[in-house]
């Protein structure tokens, strides 16, 4: 065998071996950097089965006046942030880093960003009409507007995001410059810093593990969330 054709077959080799590797990387329990923990609380049923925080339904008024709820996101991994008219700095960060990732991700169809204002204003929903103005925006791949259940407790009961104090207010707000990964139970899966490009880059390697476990076997599945 000439040295053209070693090269074809180790090629050939390789292709084929290829799905063999994928497979034992996905499926085996050792390889724990391809999974993420779920995060939140969790509680354990009379079964002795895990029982994770689930964020319940939410829905939200986008520029068109029209309600998103999480039947329109059903199936779908979520990242979800929060835009503030009044902070117009960090929001340009988040907006920036919001468009990498839909830059990365906008041929992923089960995969949408979501971004709500931080709170229940309804002019708030201006903002969202500006992004999407100024940004291109594959349709349906950023979703923006005005949350319609109340935003402070959605965030700190359901995101648990941290308490700070509001630099307007003496009134307790949290800390609306995080990204929140949900997978398509509505898990809670990574916690980023929306305004550091080095987090957003780790939220996009989270964002693909959590896509790659729809392939990992369930049974492997069940033994990792119970870590």
């Excluded at 940004?135 to 995101?159: H, M, S």
Aim: proline share 4%; with cysteine.
């Amino acid at each position: 065998m000439n040295k053209t054709n070693r090269k074809k077959a180790a090629l050939l080799f390789a292709v084929l071996l290829f799905p063999s590797i994928l497979y034992v990387v996905f499926s085996s329990g050792k390889h724990t950097f391809l999974y993420r923990p779920i995060l939140g609380p969790k509680t354990v049923n009379v079964d002795g089965d895990t029982l994770y925080h689930s964020v319940s339904p939410f829905s939200f008024t986008n520029c068109a006046q029209n309600k998103v709820s999480m039947e329109d996101l059903k199936g779908k991994i979520i990242v979800l942030g929060f835009y503030n008219n009044s902070d117009s700095l960090s929001s340009a960060r988040i907006y920036t880093q919001m468009m990498t990732l839909h830059e990365k991700f906008k041929t992923t169809k089960d995969f949408v960003l979501v971004s709500v204002s931080v709170n229940n204003d309804p002019e708030s929903v201006s903002g969202a009409c500006r992004v999407e103005s100024q940004f291109p925006i594959e349709k349906g791949r950023w979703l923006l507007g005005v949350l319609d259940n109340d935003v402070y407790e959605f965030a700190t009961q359901q995101l648990f995001l941290d308490l700070e104090e509001s630099k307007t207010t003496n009134s307790p707000s949290f800390n609306y410059k995080k990204l929140v990964l949900l997978d398509k139970s509505r898990r809670i899966r990574s916690y980023s810093d929306a305004l550091q490009y080095a987090e957003t880059k780790i939220l996009g390697d989270d964002i693909k593990v959590v896509i790659a476990e729809d392939f990992i076997p369930k049974k492997n599945k069940t033994k990792k969330e119970e870590i």
